[in-house]
């Protein structure tokens, strides 16, 4: 049970909120330890792992641009925008994100969304704008449910869309690697079996976005009328 | 041709940037840890390919110092909402042509690229065609941001600083992850943990294998982060003896299902640092769980939903 003391440093690191770099660290250098590794092997080990998934870092080479429109006001036009709208509501923003997401990652287009791109200068201030305009004043702590909200949108419709295109990264693990039991699956067969998931995917996330706004409502009326 | 080594040099570069404007900004109390901190980072971008394992290693314990060890901070900023709203009132919706490029080129490129060849040999590297596309959807991006606005030379940069100082020590936890993940995966974590679901879980009917498989997904992705390494561990250990030999499943929808509940335990892990952690600094909420919280339900539901499927299809 020795390999399992890594992963009980990274609980416990994480309940107590310690800086969860150094717990990651000390959790990787514990577990090398403990399976026989020196110290310095466990740090080209962490060396090796942290260059060669570079790629998750390339994201960031988004930030000088969308910096750029933020500060000439990207965020506020996207607040302006919704305004225009009088039928938008937080939930019908986020429900019409969720569903170009899913479809369009279900088609392979997994780049059309994003944290850094999409939810943060454009869908989470329209979400905002959404309950600003027919509440009034929102909160801080009602605003950040709303950012959380936009962003497990996108986490939720990207998962359970890009298991239906046939070419995406799990699909050719789980096909490699029945392959080597000697199983030999089609892709196209493993797609289709991630509709039936994709689809409660959609009606459960969808049903809790329209709970989402009988929540908002009541929940901004309620502090709305304390301040009158 | 373009390969993803360009896309690092390009980042690394950004890196360094960041850490040069950190440098030179006396309203940032922590600016030697910040500069210390995004400078490491420019070098594994920048020569990491090049550096022996030893020596990459030593860079991130580093920036895990620097980071743990009184922290990073942030300079100040003055411009305000009054400010955007002055500006997007002034631009309009043209703002969003620079944004909405980004997605766009990316997707464009990544259909393009594969079929554009200069003497029988392709542009850009295939297999990473879609990094690449992104990398080049955002410099046309920039450019035509930069043509539009006409910014100082150097706004881009110490916007990307302002973001990524926002950011902070998070956008180098899905690497540290993986780092992690590695070491876990070298040390036999795996087997230790489908030992144990073996030996202890009940494992005697067919619903009793699915629930366990499904579950064990779910945690075992919530504990590495990543469904990806919980899938060869779980699907050899209960997936393909029991499943699938002792009770005749089909080894089809047992995996194509198994790794979607193996998501659903992604949307519940701190681990997964790049989908969870990564938007609450994005979005600047307080909470680093937030969006983990508003996840759970769904994902609850979902696994649950998962095993039952599973259980329905999968012997038919």
């Keep these: ?228 | 041709m373009i390969t993803l080594e360009h896309v690092y040099w390009l980042t690394g570069l950004m890196a360094g940037g960041v850490a040069i404007v950190n440098l030179r900004d006396a309203s940032n109390p922590r600016r030697a840890n910040n500069t210390a901190f995004w400078g490491l980072y420019a070098i594994t971008f920048l020569a990491g390919s090049y550096l022996p394992d030893l020596v990459s290693g030593f860079l991130v314990i580093g920036m895990v110092l620097v980071a743990s060890i009184r922290g990073l901070g942030q300079g100040k900023f003055k411009a305000t909402r009054e400010d955007e709203a002055a500006s997007a009132a002034r631009w309009g919706n043209k703002l969003f042509i620079p944004a909405l490029t980004i997605p766009i080129l990316t997707v464009l490129g990544t259909f393009a690229f594969k079929r554009i060849e200069i003497a029988g040999a392709p542009i850009v590297d295939v297999k990473q065609v879609t990094v690449i596309s992104l990398a080049i959807a955002t410099l046309v991006a920039l450019t035509v941001g930069m043509l539009m606005l006409r910014p100082p030379l150097l706004a881009p940069i110490k916007e990307a600083r302002r973001l990524l100082d926002a950011i902070g020590w998070a956008a180098v936890l899905p690497q540290m992850l993986a780092a992690l993940g590695a070491l876990f995966a070298l040390a036999g974590v795996g087997t230790a943990v489908s030992g144990l679901a073996t030996r202890w879980l009940p494992l005697g009917t067919p619903f009793a294998a699915v629930m366990t498989y499904g579950l064990g997904m779910a945690v075992f992705t919530m504990i590495m982060g990543n469904a990806f390494a919980a899938f060869p561990v779980m699907t050899a250990g209960i997936g393909l003896p029991l499943i699938v030999q002792r009770f005749g499943g089909d080894p089809t929808i047992m995996s194509a299902i198994g790794m979607l509940s193996g998501f659903c335990g992604t949307l519940m892990t701190p681990m997964a640092a790049n989908f969870n952690i990564v938007p609450t600094a994005l979005l600047e909420l307080p909470d680093e769980n937030a969006v983990i919280k508003v996840q759970i339900p769904t994902a609850l539901l979902l696994l649950g939903a998962n095993i039952l499927l599973m259980n329905f299809f999968v012997f038919r």
Aim: proline residues 4%; aromatic residues 8%; charged residues 15%.
């Design chain 1, 1 to 228: 049970m020795l390999p399992l003391i890594g992963v009980v440093v990274v609980v416990i690191g994480f309940v107590l909120r310690i800086n969860p770099l150094l717990v990651v660290t000390v959790a990787g250098v514990v577990t090398g330890i403990a399976s026989g590794l020196d110290f310095l092997e466990v740090v080209a080990a962490f060396g090796k792992a942290f260059i060669t998934s570079r790629y998750v870092g390339i994201v960031w080479l988004v930030l000088p641009v969308i910096g750029l429109l933020e500060h000439a006001g990207l965020r506020e036009r996207a607040r302006t925008v919704i305004s225009g709208f009088r039928a938008a509501t937080t939930s019908k923003v986020l429900l019409a994100y969720f569903a170009v997401r899913q479809v369009t990652s279900a088609l392979g287009l997994t780049s059309l969304g994003g944290h850094a791109q999409m939810v943060r200068p454009l869908i989470a201030p329209m979400a905002e704008a959404a309950s600003e305009n027919r509440y009034g004043d929102v909160p801080n702590a009602t605003r950040y449910r709303i950012r959380a909200h936009s962003a497990a949108a996108d986490n939720i419709a990207l998962f359970f869309g890009e298991d239906i295109f046939i070419a995406i990264g799990s699909i050719l693990l789980i096909r490699g690697f029945l392959e080597q039991n000697g199983i030999r699956v089609e892709p196209a067969q493993l797609a289709l079996w991630a509709i039936p998931t994709a689809i409660c995917a959609f009606v459960i996330h969808c049903t809790r976005l329209v709970l989402l706004e009988r929540s908002l409502r009541a929940e901004l009326a309620r502090a709305n009328a304390d301040k009158a």
